[in-house]
C-alpha cells in the first residue's frame, strides 16, 4: 500500500472555528489532492498540488486553503467551518507517469455542528 | 469539463453470478484513462482497474473485466463469480493524458452494489 496517512480520523468541531487536515506521505510523490465525499456527489476535488508551494484550486475550493511547504505534507484548512463543509476528506497521492491511478488515505470525517 | 456517468445508483446481484456497472463519459480530448474504484464500508478507496485510451484491449484483473467503448464513450465495469466481499460502492473516473493531469480524477457518484447471499 502507498504510504499515506491522514489526520484525525475524525473530528467534530463548532461553526466558525478553524479546521485543518493533514495529509502525510512517504513515497516522495509530486502530486498531492484533496478530495471531498458527500453522498450522492460522488468525490470532488477541492485543492491540488504539484510541487512544494505549488498549488491550484479544484472544483469545489470555496472556503478551503491549502498549504505545502515539505513534498511529504499537504495541509487542508477550513478557516471558519460551516455545516455544509461537514463530510469526509481524503487526501491522495500519484506518481509522476502520465495516467498513474490515485493512491488515498484513509479519509476524515468532519462533522461541524 | 469532463464529466462522468454512473446512471444506476444502486445494483443487486445474486452471489456467484455476473454483474456489469455502467459508466458513461464526456470529454472531447482523445487521449485519457480510466479507472473503476472500490470502496468497501471501511471506507477505503481500492483502484480495481484501469484502462488506457489509445489500448484497444480490454482491461482484466482477475474476475474483473471492463467492456471500453471508445466511441460510445462507455466504460462498464463486469464482476464475474460475484462474492460478498465485492459489497462496495464503486466509483468510475476520468484524466486526460494531456499537461501531465494536476488536476486529478473526475469522478462519477458511484453504484452501491449489493451481494445477496
Known amino acids: 500500500d502507498a504510504g499515506i496517512t491522514q489526520s484525525p480520523r475524525h473530528k467534530v468541531t463548532e461553526t466558525g472555528t478553524p479546521v485543518t487536515l493533514r495529509c502525510h506521505q512517504t513515497e516522495n510523490h509530486r502530486y498531492m489532492y484533496w478530495y471531498r465525499q458527500d453522498p450522492g456527489h460522488g468525490l470532488r476535488l477541492i485543492h491540488y498540488s504539484y510541487g512544494v508551494k505549488d498549488t491550484d484550486k479544484g472544483e469545489v475550493s470555496d472556503g478551503y486553503s491549502v498549504s505545502r511547504s515539505k513534498t511529504e505534507d499537504f495541509l487542508l484548512t477550513l478557516e471558519s467551518a460551516t455545516s455544509s463543509q461537514t463530510s469526509v476528506y481524503f487526501c491522495?497521492?500519484?506518481?509522476?507517469?502520465?495516467?498513474?491511478?490515485?493512491?488515498f488515505g484513509n479519509g476524515t470525517r468532519l462533522t461541524v455542528t | 469539463a469532463q464529466t462522468v456517468t454512473q446512471s444506476q445508483p444502486e445494483m443487486s446481484v445474486q452471489e456467484a453470478e455476473t454483474v456489469t456497472l455502467s459508466c458513461t463519459y464526456d470529454?472531447?480530448?482523445?487521449?485519457?484513462?480510466l479507472f473503476w474504484y472500490k470502496q468497501p464500508p471501511s471506507r477505503q478507496m481500492i483502484l480495481v482497474i484501469r484502462q488506457e485510451a489509445y489500448k484497444q484491449q480490454n482491461a482484466t484483473e482477475n474476475r474483473f473485466s471492463v467492456n471500453f467503448q471508445k466511441a460510445a464513450k462507455s466504460f462498464s465495469l463486469k464482476i464475474s463469480d460475484s462474492q460478498l466481499g465485492d459489497a462496495a460502492m464503486y466509483f468510475c473516473a476520468f484524466t486526460q493524458r494531456g499537461g501531465g493531469g494536476a488536476d486529478g480524477l473526475t469522478f462519477g457518484k458511484g453504484t452501491h452494489l449489493i451481494i445477496q447471499p
Open positions: 470529454t472531447s480530448e482523445s487521449d485519457y484513462y
Open positions: 491522495a497521492i500519484r506518481g509522476d507517469r502520465a495516467g498513474s491511478p490515485l493512491h
